[in-house]
């Protein structure tokens, strides 16, 4: 499984990028306004930093000609660009439209197995179950990222699962089983993913054990 970082925040995105397990972005306007800065300017260097990995940056409007205009201006920013579609009527047009040019995107807003189908058909290159939002109503959204990845493989589509809206290390754990191409975190979902407590205490035990240790040698 891919990790992407859902953010546009820079020092999270080097910080993670450390790890060498960091394989593209995801972004919303909603990510976009937090950073409180102009949209293609926050974009832009999101898109420097990844170099040739991939980056979703989403159209502003659900109206399909204007997404493709988007979508082509984005393009035109860097061509890491995946250019993100809401998935309604004018989004599977767009998707579609989108695809005979050329241009990747991925289909977000993504709550049932209909939705992922239509949009995976429609030529969507990566689309992304919100799973924290379903479980958030109840809904299992564990579940939908199994039946898009069993949908996708099944019909030979080139199409990558994103496992989106993650809330916990349980749902990464998760998205890993049911066999997501992609998850994508928040910042904190990851650096809350690596910790045990069982890491801690060992690491300390080893440490102080090994400190004991060098000052007997040293009588
Ligand atoms: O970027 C899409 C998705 O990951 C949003 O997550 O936490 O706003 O439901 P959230």
């Known amino acids: ?33 937090k950073t409180g800065r102009d949209y293609q300017e926050a974009v832009s260097e999101v898109l420097a930093i990844m170099g040739n990995r991939p980056v979703s940056v989403e159209t502003l409007k659900d109206d399909a000609e204007v997404i493709v205009e988007q979508g082509k201006k984005y393009r035109e920013w860097g061509n890491n660009v995946v250019v993100k579609v809401a998935t309604t009527e004018e989004g599977l047009k767009a998707l579609s439209e989108l695809r005979k040019l050329g241009i990747p995107t991925n289909a977000t807003l993504i709550f049932s197995l209909n939705q992922g189908i239509l949009a995976a058909e429609a030529g969507a290159n990566y689309i992304s179950p919100f799973v924290g939002r379903l479980d958030d109503i109840g809904a299992d959204g564990i579940g939908l990222v199994e039946d898009c990845v069993n949908y996708v493989e099944e019909n030979g589509l080139d199409c990558k699962i994103i496992s989106a809206s993650l809330r916990s290390p349980q749902h990464l754990e998760e998205s890993a089983k049911v066999g997501a191409h992609i998850a994508t975190c928040p910042y904190s979902l990851l650096t809350k993913a690596l910790k045990h407590p069982l890491n801690d205490i060992g690491l300390k035990a080893f440490l102080d054990d090994w400190e004991k240790a060098k000052k007997k040698l040293k009588k």
């Open 1 to 33: 499984m891919d990790f992407y970082l859902d953010t546009a925040d820079i020092n999270q995105i080097k910080e993670i990028d450390k790890w060498g397990i960091l394989r593209g972005v995801t972004t919303n306007p909603s990510i976009i306004a």
